[in-house]
Each structure stands twice: as structure tokens, then as C-alpha cells.
């Protein structure tokens, strides 16, 4: 194998933008070779240069960008050598791309098999050749209806699907190599599982080899033979998958895998470290290591000289000063953390109760509906859900995109109307409508957005965001409000000066620390943070998952967190709900979420969910079909239409019943809780040496 | 599909019966005396009277309202205050000529404005884009008044074609068509600007999309990507434009009509205001708001038609 020609050798890469009359670098001298066949993961934050360099390969730059130096040499040819037309040849025959949001990158005014079509008439086909083929090669991609996929257009398809149609589209030259550019970072992790089976299957079939490029470590220790760890525009380190989880050599690789909060790991007993600080600006000068700012290891070397790439073995390339010292075992970078996060006490006393709440959004009605007077149909979001969460308690709420969560949540703020139920706080039924809600009651109830970017006032400074809710809601004086400013940003580790800075002049996990501190200023009964850290970066994400346990410890809120994470929902609650179609599956503490009985929904759930650990075994469940329809959803059990343990009749007609554990997990199935227990294993099996514990 | 057709169908009936009241208060309000403009100064108010209950003008507004939109519906448009002579044959002639003139208006503008459009597009910033921004800009602010003399002396003394383009009144199309060329280049350049920014703004749109870059790295020639990939999206918002001023076009060239003396609505306009001819200017004005409003209508079809995220549903 060693001996094998690279298909990809990229030598001493940099690349820049020009950006005004400046030109920065946004590749830094960076190496890179991929074998045939072969799988190679890159990760890295955003900012780091990742996307670039997938699109350098594919010699598809914007126009702004400029080539400085190196090689890319592809199947034996100077790839930066190639005319436009040798480079559309090889676009047809030999390299193909997979980007992010597949809703975009499909024409909306063309057919899904026509823009199939089209790619497979330039191969020679005829017309007639081209139709039947790309059926073929959608029903490849194991789509069941391909005849029908065919005649849709794009906006009639799933993002699981439309994501298939692009896989289908770059297999349809045969390739000898795919660059995938974050190809299921849009989609659902149920929906990802079943992609990332579908590549490997097909590169293996192919021998295809992958550049997959993700911030997911998850995604690539199961895809990716190797790895490389992009940082600032340079190679930090490259290496197999295997040992580069297991002994990652360069502090940021340590940095990152410790970031990501595993299954099963919880903030009282495993609290994350993040990596401090944030990416340098692009174009910083590099005479010296570019980490070293964020690196724990930093050293006097370190701010001097910019390190070689070192290659430790054959196999593997670093780019650190102290690497042998790490390789040796005399340093780490893996830091005990010095906070303490606790659970919830047992006694606390319930802050929010809701019983039987029902949102749904009623539909247009069309003429004939309205003529012949038949009932309003609506969208269905949340069913019939009850819950209670106590004072200083997380609830976690886990769901997929479409399961009604964030529905739930803007219900309880007040900014969505449910029409059946009752909300109660602290024994008090909350009204519905948000301008019937008192301030008092508002000061209550505070909320966490997802995106930072879109949750502070864009003409506000961070000091006037923070004294807001003080003055309207708390009823202070500006003077009180503006004197409490430094502890807030104190609380979220903002430096003092911050008060007087635009949203627009932080980074995006400062945002969020500011919006979080928002949210804290009015010491809420109830906080809810709606995928308070999907929009972040990995590294950024633990810091801002430990300042909420944090602040919720030392304020005793109630809080109820909703993402689509199960990792990081098991991190920080203490009760979890699993949710689908408006209806909640499964209720546990979080400590026993991870073994049997499941709901057979949350089984399939962690078994899609990639584990950061190529060393962990997981059983392959996967979910048929698609999610239906919240304004029809099925009778009887919602799960019924997918579920891989349908027992039936009586799952269609009749609804489940909750059943309880001795443990306290209560389970909305008509499977008996001993027949799953029995028949289900543990969807995670641990390996002799989780990354975790080095 | 149908549904919205027939909804669209049902509000175009009621903006016309809101603007026929309205057209029809305004000309109520219209200062002057009709008698008088017919009668003239000197006549006594015995004979002013009589005309005024011939015409019906003693009737209650209302009244005279319903008789007019009642008349109106069922073909009966009456006859001109000023010469007495039969309107609705009148008015539809003119249409006629009208709608030839913005058929072809649009048959020499339209194109050419789009090639406009693209190709500056395509040379985003360069020479070529700016040449052709800067053009349209200078031919759109000058008055039609201005171009419109100015191709005079251009192509109908270099070339002979003629500067007069009043036709017979049941001229057919190539009979016309001579007469046609001046006035539709003039009103071209009204429209050329408008539309060829429109069509740049939205090619640059589109090919800052995702899919162009699909497009691009199936292999696909440059030109397949734009004609087929990008101007499909890209003129959507063009063609409803487009659509749009086709109404305008029926109606609203009364000073190109002036100038080349042709016999379209917009010259009828002027004529029935300048005689205080509230009959006849009242069944123009309904006849522009039909085209206006049909033209919106067929815009919006269009679109919904071209455009499949419209056009087939979830």
C-alpha cells in the first residue's frame, strides 16, 4: 500500500484573497496526498481554511482568489497547469463535488432527473440512454421512487433527498475522487447516518477516494481513513484516523477532541474544556506558531518561530514545536478542568408545569374546502405534551428538525399561541398571550436564541443589550441597570470594555456569551435556550455549555434546553425527552438514557449519531422512509410509519401507552418495557481505549 | 392552479369597478361646463338646460353612475360630447392601433434589452458593462419628446422613413408597419434602460447561486450554464416587468403618439380632454385600467407558470 502513487498530491499550497488592495492568506505551504480509494477527513473551525482548500482542489476558486504557490497534482497531472477545457473534461470524468446545502445547489426551475440527465448526455448518452440511466443511478442511491424523484422539482424533495440526488449526480462520471464540502451538515442525524452508509458504500464499490471536508469529528471517525487538522490556513497535523484519535501529537487536535461533549458524557462528572480564545484574523503575520496564542503548552519557542512539519512516523505529519514531549507523554494538553458543575437537587421544588399543551399553525383553506365547509386543517407542531421542570433542573428536549421542539418553546415565551393545554409558573397559570404577560412575569421567562448573529440589536451596544431587560422588565434606573453591567459581562467572562462595543465588533461565541448574560440579567425563574450552540464552533460550544451550567448553578433556574444534539443534551440535563412529530417518545434521567429499554425512536436516534471515537462500535439502525406530515400525522403510535420494531395493528389504531421503569424512565410504546429491554443491546459499545481517557 | 386564477379573476373584476367609480368621480369633479364647451358662450340658459337633462346631467350622481357602468357593460358606451360621433367603435379602433404599436415595441425592445442585460452582466465591472450602463442611463433621461425628434432627423431624413405616422384607421399590421418603427424605437429606449438593469441585476443574482457552481462542475460548456441554467431563473422577475409594462405601453405614450402624430389611445386621451369629451375620456380611462390590469394579471401568470416552486406544489 505504502508504496501506492498518491491520486492527489497537493505541495506547499497557499492561497489568497484579494480583499480590497490587501492580499491574505487564507492557505499557508499546506500538504496534503490522498491514495486511490482512500478516505481523508479534514476538520477544522470555521475560518480555518477548510472550504478553500476543498474548492483549490477542485480548481473552483472564486474569482478573488490567487494561487501563490504549489502544486496540485491530480491522476498525474499539474491540476494549476490545466486549461479551462482540460478542467471541464476532468470535471465530467474524473473529480466531482458535493456541497453543503444541497436545497441550493440543485436548479429550482429543472427537474431532478433532467439535471441528472444533462451531466450523463455530455458522457455521449443519448437522450433516451441519459433518462433511463440517471433512474438507474438514483435507484443506486436507494431511492425507492426513482421514476418519480426523476420528475420532481427540487423544492418537492427532502434535503435527505435532494442530498442523494447530488451524491447521484457525482457518481455519474465515475469518478476517482469525490470532494465533499460538509455534505450533512444541513440534514438530520437520522438522515446523515443513512448518507454516510451510502458514500462508503458506493467509494468502496468505486474505489472512489473522499476529501471530506467537516467540522464533525463524529462524521469523520467513521468515514475517513485519515485525517487532517486544518488551523489558521496551515496543517496542523495529518495522520490515520485511528492514531490520531488515540494520540493526537499537535495541542489543537487535543483541544478539539476535547470539545466535543461524547454520548454519555455528563458535566458532573466530565466537564468540557473548550480552547480559549478564537481564530486569528486571516493575513496575521507567521513568524511565529499560529496557536500559540490559544495553545496551553506555549512555550518561549513558540511565539518565536513558526514551526516545521515535522512527520513523527511515515504516516503521520505535525506541525507543533513540542511534539516529541507530547509523543513522550512529559506534557498534554489535556488540562484538568478546574470548574465544578453539579446536578440538580432531588428536593427542589417545580417552576414550570405544562399540561396538554397543543400548538398547531392552521393552512390556508383552498375554495373547494371552504365550499364544502370541511374542518381547518392546521400543522400540527406539538401534540398533546406535559412536562415539569424544577427549580435549578435542566429538561432536555432532543428532537430532529420537524419533531415540534422549538414550537414548544416559543409557545411557553409566548411568541406562538397554542390552542389547547395550560401553562403553569411556579403554580401560577401563565397566560397565553405574550401581551396579556405582565413584565414582572416576563422578567420570569427569558430565552436563549440559537443564532447570536440575529438575537442582539445590531444599534445597541452590548452595555445598553444588557440593561434592557434591568430597566423594562426589573423596573431599575438606567444608573442602577448601567452599575450592573460589569458583573454581568464578568459572569459570561467578557472583559469590562465590551459594554461599549457593537454586536457587530464580537465573534460569534461572544455574541452568544452577551445574549446568554441577556438572558441571566433578570435572574429568571425559567430559562429556555432553543440550540443554544449549534451555530458555534466546536470549541467555542463547551465553553458556552459550561457558562450555562454555570450560571444556572448559582441562580437555580429552571431550564429547559432543546437541541438536536443528544450528546450535548446529555451533557447538561438532568431529565431527557425525546420528541417526534409533536409528541414526546421517552422520558429519562439523563444517566440512563444511553442503556436499554429505549424508546425504539431513541434507539434509532443514538445509533445514528456518529461518536467522535473511531474506536466505538455501534449497531446500524436505520430509519425507512420519510418524515410524514405533521398536518396528517399517522393514528395510533406517530413512530408507526418508521418504526424498525412495528409490532402491527395495534401501533396504527390504537395510541401507546406510558410505560414506567424502576429507574424512572417512562416509555410511550406498546412494546413491553421487559420485551425491549430483552431484545435490545446497548447501541454504543465502548472499545479498549476511548480517545476520552488519554 | 385554478383556484388562483379564479381568485386573480375575482379581485381584477372588483379593482375594476373601484376604479370605475373613481374615474367616474373625478370626472364629475373635472372643472368646466360641458354644455357650454358644446353649446358655446353665448347661449342662453333655457337651451343650457335642455342639454343638460339631454345628456342626463339633472339626474342624482348615483344614478347617473349605474346608468353609465350599466350602459357601459352591455357595449352601449354612448356617443362623444364633441362629435357626437359613436364611441366604442372609436376607442377599440384606437386600441387596436395601440396594442400593435406595444406589440411591437416590445417584439424590438424587449430582446435586444435582455442581450443588454446579460452581456453586461457577464462582464460585471469591466469596459463593456460600464458602456452599457452608462448608454441606457443617458437614452432613459432624455425626454421621448427629444429622442423622438432626434430619430426624426436621424432615420426619416437619412433614410426615409416617415416622420408622420398617421395611419388609416384600419390599417393592418404590415400595413402599419413603416409608420411603426420610429415611434416603437422611441418608446424601446424608454424601456431599454429599465429593462437591461433589471436583467443584469438578475443574472448577477443568479450566478452568485449554488447551483451554477453544480452546473459548472458537472462539465457543462459556459454556455449551456448561462442560457440554460442561469437565465431561466434570472429572467423571472424580468418577465414579470416586461408584463407589466405592456400595459403601460397601450396607454401611456401620449406624448411619443404627439410627437409622430400616431393614432393610438394616448393621442385619443388627449383629444377627449381637450374637449371636455367626459364620455369618451371616461371609456379610455376604463379601457387603460382593463389593460393595466390584465397585463398584471397575465404577469402574475407567468411568473406562477415559468415558476415551478409556484407552479407544482408541495
Redesign the interface.
Known amino acids: 500500500m505504502a508504496a501506492q502513487k498518491p491520486l492527489l498530491e497537493i505541495k506547499d499550497l497557499t492561497v489568497s484573497y484579494r480583499v480590497g488592495d490587501r492580499t491574505l492568506d487564507a492557505l499557508q505551504e499546506v500538504n496534503l496526498s490522498i491514495r486511490p480509494g482512500q478516505a481523508v477527513g479534514l476538520v477544522g473551525e470555521s475560518g480555518s481554511g477548510k472550504s478553500t482548500l476543498a474548492l483549490a482542489v477542485m480548481r473552483y476558486l472564486p474569482a478573488n482568489a490567487l494561487t501563490r504557490k504549489g502544486s496540485i497534482e491530480f491522476a498525474g497531472r499539474e491540476m494549476l497547469a490545466l486549461s479551462q477545457d482540460e478542467l471541464r473534461g476532468l470535471w465530467r470524468r474524473e473529480l466531482a463535488f458535493v456541497p453543503q446545502n444541497p436545497a441550493t445547489a440543485l436548479n429550482p426551475s429543472m427537474r431532478a432527473g433532467e439535471q441528472l440527465a444533462e451531466a450523463l448526455r455530455l458522457y455521449g448518452s443519448t437522450p433516451e440512454e441519459a433518462r433511463a440511466l440517471s433512474i438507474d443511478l438514483l435507484k443506486q442511491v436507494r431511492i425507492a421512487d426513482a421514476p418519480r424523484v426523476a420528475r420532481d422539482y427540487p423544492h418537492q424533495l427532502s434535503g435527505g433527498m435532494q442530498q442523494r440526488v447530488m451524491i447521484a449526480l457525482a457518481l455519474s462520471g465515475r469518478p476517482k475522487l469525490l470532494v465533499l464540502d460538509e455534505p450533512t451538515t444541513a440534514l438530520d442525524v437520522t438522515t446523515e447516518a443513512v448518507i454516510l452508509d451510502l458514500l462508503r458504500e458506493a467509494a468502496a464499490q468505486q474505489n472512489t477516494s473522499m476529501l471530506y471536508v467537516t467540522h464533525n469529528l463524529g462524521v469523520v471517525a467513521k468515514l475517513s481513513d485519515r485525517v487532517a487538522v486544518l488551523y489558521a490556513g496551515e496543517l496542523a497535523e495529518d495522520g490515520p484516523t485511528q492514531d490520531l484519535f488515540r494520540q493526537p501529537l499537535h495541542p489543537y487536535t487535543r483541544g478539539l477532541l476535547d470539545s466535543v461533549p461524547r454520548l454519555g458524557q455528563r458535566k458532573d462528572v466530565k466537564p468540557l474544556q473548550g480552547i480559549e480564545g478564537a481564530l486569528p484574523a486571516l493575513g496575521a503575520p507567521i513568524d511565529a506558531c499560529v496557536y500559540a496564542p490559544r495553545c496551553p503548552l506555549a512555550i518561549e519557542i513558540c511565539w518565536q518561530k513558526r514551526p516545521a512539519l515535522d512527520a513523527p512516523t511515515a504516516q503521520r505529519a505535525v506541525r507543533c514545536h513540542r511534539w516529541p514531549e507530547i509523543l513522550a507523554g512529559e506534557v498534554s494538553a489535556n488540562r484538568e478542568p478546574t470548574i465544578r458543575l453539579k446536578t440538580a437537587q432531588r428536593t427542589a421544588e417545580p417552576v414550570l408545569k405544562v399540561n396538554n399543551l397543543e400548538v398547531d399553525y392552521p393552512l390556508p383553506r383552498s375554495i373547494n374546502e371552504f365550499l364544502s365547509r370541511a374542518p381547518r386543517r392546521a400543522v400540527q407542531a406539538v401534540r398533546t405534551v406535559s412536562l415539569v421542570v424544577n427549580s435549578g433542573q435542566t429538561l432536555g428536549i432532543v428532537g430532529e428538525s420537524g419533531s415540534g421542539k422549538t414550537s414548544l418553546a416559543r409557545a411557553l415565551v409566548g411568541l406562538a399561541q397554542p390552542h389547547a393545554g395550560q401553562i403553569e409558573l411556579l403554580g401560577l397559570r401563565l397566560p397565553v398571550r405574550l401581551n396579556q404577560r405582565s413584565r414582572e412575569l416576563l422578567s420570569h421567562v427569558q430565552m436563549v436564541f440559537q443564532n447570536p448573529e440575529e438575537a442582539l440589536n445590531p444599534y445597541l451596544t452590548v452595555g445598553e443589550s444588557l440593561a434592557r431587560p434591568l430597566i423594562r422588565l426589573s423596573g431599575q434606573s438606567a444608573a442602577e441597570a448601567r452599575q450592573r453591567v460589569p458583573g454581568l459581562l464578568a459572569a459570561v467572562r467578557l472583559p469590562a470594555d465590551y459594554a461599549g462595543r457593537y454586536p457587530g465588533q464580537l465573534s460569534g461565541g461572544e455574541k452568544q456569551r452577551a445574549a446568554i448574560a441577556r438572558a441571566f440579567a433578570s435572574q429568571p425563574d425559567l430559562l429556555l435556550a432553543d440550540e443554544p450552540v449549534s451555530a458555534l464552533d466546536v470549541s467555542v460550544q463547551a465553553a458556552i455549555l459550561n457558562l450555562l451550567a454555570e450560571l444556572q448553578l448559582e441562580q437555580q433556574n429552571a431550564l429547559l434546553l432543546i437541541a438536536h444534539d443528544i450528546a450535548v443534551v446529555g451533557y447538561l440535563a438532568d431529565q431527557i425527552a425525546v420528541m417526534y412529530l409533536g409528541q414526546f417518545m421517552q422520558f429519562s434521567p439523563a444517566e440512563t438514557i444511553f442503556d436499554p429499554p429505549y424508546h425504539p425512536y431513541t434507539e434509532a436516534l443514538l445509533s445514528a449519531v456518529p461518536p467522535p471515537d473511531p474506536f466505538v462500535q455501534q449497531e446500524q439502525i436505520r430509519l425507512e422512509g420519510e418524515l410524514p406530515s405533521a398536518v396528517d400525522p399517522p393514528t395510533g403510535c406517530p413512530f408507526h410509519t418508521r418504526c424498525p420494531r412495528f409490532l402491527g395493528d395495534i401501533c396504527v389504531n390504537e395510541l401507546p401507552p406510558w410505560r414506567e421503569t424502576k429507574d424512572g424512565k417512562r416509555i410511550f410504546c406498546h412494546i413491553p418495557l421487559e420485551e425491549l429491554e430483552r431484545t435490545q443491546e446497548p447501541v454504543l459499545l465502548f472499545g479498549a481505549k476511548p480517545a476520552g481517557e488519554l | 392552479m385554478t383556484?388562483y386564477i379564479?381568485?386573480r379573476l375575482a379581485f381584477l373584476g372588483l379593482t375594476l369597478l373601484l376604479t370605475s367609480l373613481l374615474i367616474f368621480i373625478i370626472t364629475q369633479l373635472l372643472p368646466g361646463n360641458v354644455c357650454r364647451v358644446i353649446l358655446g358662450r353665448e347661449v342662453g340658459q333655457a337651451a343650457l338646460n335642455a342639454c343638460r337633462v339631454d345628456l342626463g346631467l339633472d339626474q342624482p350622481p348615483y344614478v347617473r353612475y349605474l346608468t353609465w357602468l350599466g350602459d357601459f357593460l352591455r357595449g352601449d358606451w354612448g356617443n362623444s360630447y364633441s362629435t357626437d360621433a359613436e364611441i366604442r367603435p372609436l376607442v377599440t379602433g384606437r386600441l387596436g392601433n395601440s396594442l400593435m404599436l406595444a406589440g411591437f415595441t416590445m417584439l424590438v425592445g424587449v430582446p435586444v434589452a435582455v442581450a443588454l442585460g446579460v452581456i453586461a452582466a457577464l462582464n460585471e465591472g469591466r469596459v463593456l458593462d460600464n458602456l452599457i450602463s452608462v448608454a441606457a442611463l443617458a437614452v432613459v433621461g432624455l425626454p421621448e419628446f427629444v429622442t423622438g425628434i432626434f430619430l426624426i432627423q436621424i432615420l426619416a431624413f437619412r433614410l426615409g422613413l416617415p416622420a408622420n405616422s398617421s395611419i388609416r384607421e384600419s390599417a393592418g399590421f404590415f400595413e402599419a408597419l413603416p409608420s411603426l418603427i420610429l415611434p416603437a424605437l422611441t418608446a424601446t429606449f424608454v424601456l431599454l434602460a429599465y429593462v437591461a438593469r433589471l436583467t443584469r441585476a438578475g443574472v448577477l443574482q443568479e450566478l452568485k447561486?449554488?447551483?451554477v457552481?453544480?452546473?459548472?462542475?458537472?462539465?457543462?460548456?459556459r454556455r449551456t450554464v448561462i442560457l440554460?441554467?442561469v437565465l431561466?431563473?434570472a429572467l423571472l422577475p424580468t418577465i414579470t416587468v416586461v408584463a407589466i409594462s405592456f400595459g403601460w405601453l397601450i396607454s401611456g405614450l401620449v406624448v411619443i403618439e404627439n410627437v409622430f402624430n400616431y393614432p393610438g389611445l394616448g393621442r385619443l386621451m388627449v383629444f377627449a380632454i381637450t374637449r371636455r369629451d367626459l364620455p369618451l375620456l371616461q371609456a379610455i380611462s376604463l379601457v387603460a385600467v382593463l389593460g393595466f390590469a390584465l397585463a398584471n394579471l397575465a404577469a402574475d401568470l407567468l411568473y406562477a407558470a415559468?415558476?415551478?416552486?409556484i407552479r407544482?406544489g408541495?
Request: hydrophobic letters at 30%.
Open positions: 383556484i379564479l381568485r447561486q449554488a447551483y457552481r453544480t452546473a459548472e462542475l458537472k462539465g457543462l460548456p440554460k441554467h431561466r431563473n415559468l415558476n415551478p416552486r407544482v408541495q
